[in-house]
C-alpha cells in the first residue's frame, strides 16, 4: 500500500467530532516591533520584582525535577487567602484547564438524544451558558460529545431576570453544567452577587462562576462556591497578576466537587516555575492591587475619551471595553487600527460584528489609541478625490 494511499485513509481515523470541530481561536500573538498590543487582555504591567526574583532564584538543578503534583503549598496559601481548607482548591494549568476538566466529570457524552428520552436525562448532556460570553465553553461542549445551550443575554448585555429565564423556556434549571462568565466577556458587563446567587440557588446542576476578571469588577462571587455545594468559582493568575506565561488557575468549591475534578487530574499539571511564581505573587498583593487601580482609571479615562469621539462605550469591570465604533464598520476600524500599529480584537460572531473589545492598557498606551482613532476620523471625513 503507498504512502499517499495511508494518508487518505488517516482521515477516517479521526473521530467525527472532531472533524467536524470549529475550534477556539485565540487572540493574535504577532511579532510586530513597536505595536501596541490590545487584543488579549493581558496585564500591561509586569509581575512583582520579587516574582520575577523568585522565577530566576528556582531556575536551577530543581529543573530536572518533578514539580509538587498537588501544588500543595498554592493550595495551602489560596486556602489561607480565601477563607477555606486546601480541599476546597485545584489548581490547573491555566483556568481553561479546568473547565475542559469540568465538562469531562460532571457532564455525560450524548448530543443526539431522542425525543423518547426523559428531559431530565438530556440534562444531563447539557453545557449551557449564556451568549455572548468565552467561545471556549461551546468547543469544550463538542468535543466532549455533549449538548450546548447558548440563552442570549439582554440588550446591554445584562443577565436575565429570575422571571425571564422562568418564563422564556431557553434556559434549563437541570442542566447538568451552566457557566456564567462574570464579569462578561467580551462585554465587561458586571454581575451582582444577589443576582448570582439567585440563578445558583435554582439550579440543579453544577455552576461555574468564572471569574477571570473580577480583580477589575466591583464584587466578587465567591462566597457562593463556599456556601453552595453545587458552585464552583473560577480564578486566574493571568490576567489581573501578569503571569500568563506560566498558566496558573485555581478552582474554589465544595471538596465533593473539587475531589471528582482531582481523579481527573493530570499528574504534575501545573510546572514548578508557574507554582513558585504563583505562590511570590500571593506574597506582593499590594503591588497588584496597585497596578488594579491604575488600570481601572486608564479604563474609565478611555470610555470617556472614545464616547467624546462618538464610539458607543458600554460599561465595564473588567480590564477591557466593547465598543462600537462611529463612521465604518468595527472590522474596518480593526484594519485602520493595525495600519497604526495598534492590534484590537473583532469578533465575527452574531451580536458582536458591529464591535471591538480593547484591552485596557498603560495610560500611554490608551493615549495613543485615542490619538489614532482621532486620526481615523479626521481622514474618514475627507474622502479621497477622484
Same mark, same amino acid.
Not at 465538562?103 to 447539557?126: C, D, M, N, T, Y
Given at each position: 500500500?503507498?504512502?499517499?494511499?495511508?494518508?487518505?485513509?488517516?482521515?477516517?481515523?479521526?473521530?467525527?467530532?472532531?472533524?467536524?470541530?470549529?475550534?477556539?481561536?485565540?487572540?493574535?500573538?504577532?511579532?510586530?516591533?513597536?505595536?501596541?498590543?490590545?487584543?488579549?487582555?493581558?496585564?500591561?504591567?509586569?509581575?512583582?520584582?520579587?516574582?520575577?526574583?523568585?522565577?530566576?532564584?528556582?531556575?536551577?538543578?530543581?529543573?530536572?525535577?518533578?514539580?509538587?503534583?498537588?501544588?500543595?503549598?498554592?493550595?495551602?496559601?489560596?486556602?489561607?487567602?480565601?477563607?477555606?481548607?486546601?480541599?476546597?482548591?485545584?489548581?490547573?494549568?491555566?483556568?481553561?484547564?479546568?473547565?475542559?476538566?469540568?465538562?469531562?466529570?460532571?457532564?455525560?457524552?450524548?448530543?443526539?438524544?431522542?425525543?423518547?428520552?426523559?428531559?431530565?436525562?438530556?440534562?444531563?448532556?447539557?453545557?449551557?451558558?449564556?451568549?455572548?460570553?468565552?467561545?471556549?465553553?461551546?468547543?469544550?461542549?463538542?468535543?466532549?460529545?455533549?449538548?450546548?445551550?447558548?440563552?442570549?443575554?439582554?440588550?446591554?448585555?445584562?443577565?436575565?431576570?429570575?422571571?425571564?429565564?422562568?418564563?422564556?423556556?431557553?434556559?434549563?434549571?437541570?442542566?447538568?453544567?451552566?457557566?456564567?462568565?462574570?464579569?462578561?466577556?467580551?462585554?465587561?458587563?458586571?454581575?451582582?452577587?444577589?443576582?448570582?446567587?439567585?440563578?445558583?440557588?435554582?439550579?440543579?446542576?453544577?455552576?461555574?462562576?468564572?471569574?477571570?476578571?473580577?480583580?477589575?469588577?466591583?464584587?466578587?462571587?465567591?462566597?457562593?462556591?463556599?456556601?453552595?455545594?453545587?458552585?464552583?468559582?473560577?480564578?486566574?493568575?493571568?490576567?489581573?497578576?501578569?503571569?500568563?506565561?506560566?498558566?496558573?488557575?485555581?478552582?474554589? !468549591?465544595?471538596? =465533593?466537587?473539587? %475531589? &471528582? $475534578?482531582? #481523579?481527573?487530574?493530570?499528574?504534575?499539571?501545573?510546572? /514548578?516555575?508557574?507554582?513558585?511564581?504563583?505562590?511570590?505573587?500571593?506574597?506582593?498583593?499590594?503591588?497588584?492591587?496597585?497596578?488594579?487601580?491604575?488600570?481601572?482609571?486608564?479604563?474609565?479615562?478611555?470610555?470617556?475619551?472614545?464616547?467624546?469621539?462618538?464610539?458607543?462605550?458600554?460599561?465595564?469591570?473588567?480590564?477591557?471595553?466593547?465598543?462600537?465604533?462611529?463612521?465604518?464598520?468595527?472590522?474596518?476600524?480593526?484594519?485602520?487600527?493595525?495600519?497604526?500599529?495598534?492590534?484590537?480584537?473583532?469578533?465575527?460572531?452574531?451580536?458582536?460584528?458591529?464591535?471591538?473589545?480593547?484591552?485596557? !492598557?498603560?495610560? =500611554?498606551?490608551? %493615549? &495613543? $489609541?485615542? #490619538?489614532?482613532?482621532?486620526?481615523?476620523?479626521?481622514? /474618514?471625513?475627507?474622502?479621497?478625490?477622484?
Amino acid at each position: 500500500m503507498s504512502f499517499r494511499r495511508q494518508s487518505r485513509n488517516a482521515q477516517q481515523l479521526i473521530r467525527a467530532i472532531i472533524q467536524r470541530l470549529h475550534p477556539y481561536v485565540p487572540g493574535e500573538q504577532p511579532g510586530i516591533r513597536g505595536l501596541i498590543k490590545l487584543n488579549t487582555n493581558e496585564n500591561p504591567y509586569p509581575p512583582s520584582p520579587k516574582v520575577l526574583a523568585a522565577i530566576k532564584k528556582s531556575a536551577d538543578a530543581r529543573l530536572r525535577l518533578y514539580p509538587n503534583p498537588t501544588a500543595e503549598p498554592l493550595r495551602n496559601k489560596l486556602a489561607k487567602l480565601h477563607g477555606c481548607k486546601p480541599d476546597n482548591i485545584i489548581v490547573g494549568n491555566g483556568s481553561d484547564e479546568l473547565l475542559a476538566m469540568a465538562v469531562r466529570a460532571f457532564v455525560e457524552p450524548g448530543p443526539a438524544v431522542r425525543s423518547s428520552i426523559a428531559k431530565w436525562s438530556r440534562a444531563k448532556s447539557l453545557v449551557q451558558f449564556f451568549h455572548p460570553s468565552y467561545s471556549l465553553y461551546p468547543v469544550l461542549a463538542s468535543i466532549h460529545g455533549a449538548r450546548a445551550n447558548a440563552v442570549p443575554l439582554n440588550k446591554g448585555f445584562s443577565l436575565p431576570a429570575m422571571k425571564e429565564l422562568k418564563h422564556g423556556k431557553e434556559w434549563d434549571f437541570s442542566a447538568a453544567l451552566s457557566f456564567i462568565t462574570t464579569p462578561n466577556a467580551p462585554s465587561g458587563h458586571g454581575y451582582s452577587t444577589a443576582s448570582l446567587k439567585e440563578i445558583c440557588a435554582a439550579q440543579r446542576g453544577v455552576v461555574i462562576l468564572d471569574e477571570a476578571y473580577v480583580n477589575f469588577a466591583k464584587e466578587n462571587a465567591l462566597s457562593l462556591a463556599l456556601e453552595c455545594p453545587h458552585v464552583l468559582v473560577a480564578r486566574t493568575f493571568s490576567k489581573a497578576y501578569s503571569l500568563c506565561f506560566q498558566r496558573v488557575g485555581y478552582f474554589v !468549591g465544595s471538596r =465533593e466537587l473539587i %475531589a &471528582a $475534578l482531582d #481523579k481527573l487530574r493530570d499528574s504534575y499539571n501545573v510546572n /514548578g516555575l508557574g507554582q513558585i511564581a504563583a505562590l511570590a505573587t500571593l506574597d506582593d498583593l499590594p503591588y497588584y492591587r496597585a497596578n488594579f487601580q491604575k488600570i481601572i482609571a486608564t479604563r474609565d479615562k478611555l470610555s470617556y475619551a472614545l464616547g467624546a469621539l462618538g464610539f458607543k462605550v458600554f460599561p465595564s469591570q473588567t480590564n477591557f471595553i466593547l465598543v462600537g465604533p462611529p463612521q465604518f464598520p468595527a472590522h474596518e476600524w480593526q484594519e485602520k487600527l493595525r495600519e497604526q500599529k495598534i492590534l484590537v480584537r473583532w469578533f465575527d460572531a452574531p451580536g458582536l460584528r458591529e464591535f471591538l473589545r480593547i484591552t485596557i !492598557g498603560t495610560s =500611554e498606551e490608551a %493615549a &495613543a $489609541l485615542v #490619538k489614532a482613532a482621532k486620526r481615523i476620523l479626521c481622514e /474618514g471625513s475627507f474622502p479621497p478625490l477622484p
